[in-house]
């Protein structure tokens, strides 16, 4: 995945400005910015739903809307529609979905549906009604959907959302493990990096329409933090590895 020169605008507003980078295939990326920096417009784009105002990018050295057949997509939707809907019924939509209403399955396609439930560890609740599951089991079984058709690229808004830090670290894992698995490039947008960390291979944060992708060690440092928001920021660790990015209206 590459953008050369990108600049996005969004109701009026340039969100990022002529962004170049490039994640090689098989890299797991860590996607931080503080709320309406850019991160989900950003994953838009590489969707091929925001055209950039300038520059180029490329998924699989094509135009996104080309290479949409071998990218994931979680959206950050915490209710998916269909509250009366069972977890089957929700990926099995998902798998033949250039058709109206639930359709008739394949053996292929429930097998399928299967791979990505055991992926997840979905199975035990995939039979219940999306209105009776948690939050968390609702994610998770979004982040299944996103694994159908097995993809290259996986972009993940805020799966880790409304999680308490155990089942966070543990949904991190699982995604880590299934992408180095298959290969798969991963960008996952999150806000508390310390959940990614032992995960990602790199880190992208997005401030003030600029973004910087590197190791984690380079990119979140206070001097490398301070330059990309324009205002000093403290970044500390502790003598367990967790990482405190402070600052002002950060």
Not at 118 to 144: C, M, P, Y
Request: a neutral charge; glycine letters at 12%.
């Amino acid at each position: 995945m590459a953008c050369e020169g990108v600049t996005l605008e969004r109701d009026g507003r340039t969100v990022l400005a002529d962004v170049s980078l490039t994640i090689p295939q098989g890299c797991f990326v860590g996607l931080f910015g503080a709320n309406g920096s850019g991160k989900t417009t950003f994953l838009r784009a590489l969707l091929g739903l925001l055209p950039p105002t300038q520059g180029r990018i490329t998924v699989m050295g094509q135009p996104p809307a080309q290479a949409a057949c071998h990218v994931g997509y979680m959206p950050q939707v915490r209710t998916p529609a269909g509250a009366s809907l069972t977890g089957y019924d929700l990926l099995g939509s998902d798998i033949r979905g250039d058709r109206w209403g639930l359709p008739w399955l394949r053996a292929s396609d429930r097998a399928a549906i299967k791979e990505a439930l055991e992926a997840v560890d979905a199975t035990v609740f995939a039979a219940r009604r999306l209105g009776e599951l948690s939050g968390g089991e609702r994610q998770r079984l979004l982040i299944a959907q996103a694994l159908i058709g097995n993809p290259r690229l996986l972009l993940l808004d805020e799966p880790l959302a409304s999680l308490d830090p155990v089942r966070m670290r543990d949904v991190a894992e699982r995604i880590g493990t299934i992408a180095r698995a298959r290969g798969m490039t991963v960008i996952c947008s999150a806000h508390d990096l310390n959940a990614l960390t032992g995960v990602m291979d790199s880190v992208l944060y997005v401030a003030r329409g600029h973004a910087r992708l590197g190791p984690v060690d380079e990119v979140v440092t206070s001097a490398s933090l301070s330059a990309l928001y324009g205002a000093p920021v403290e970044v500390c660790r502790s003598p367990s590895g967790r990482i405190l990015v402070a600052a002002d209206g950060l």
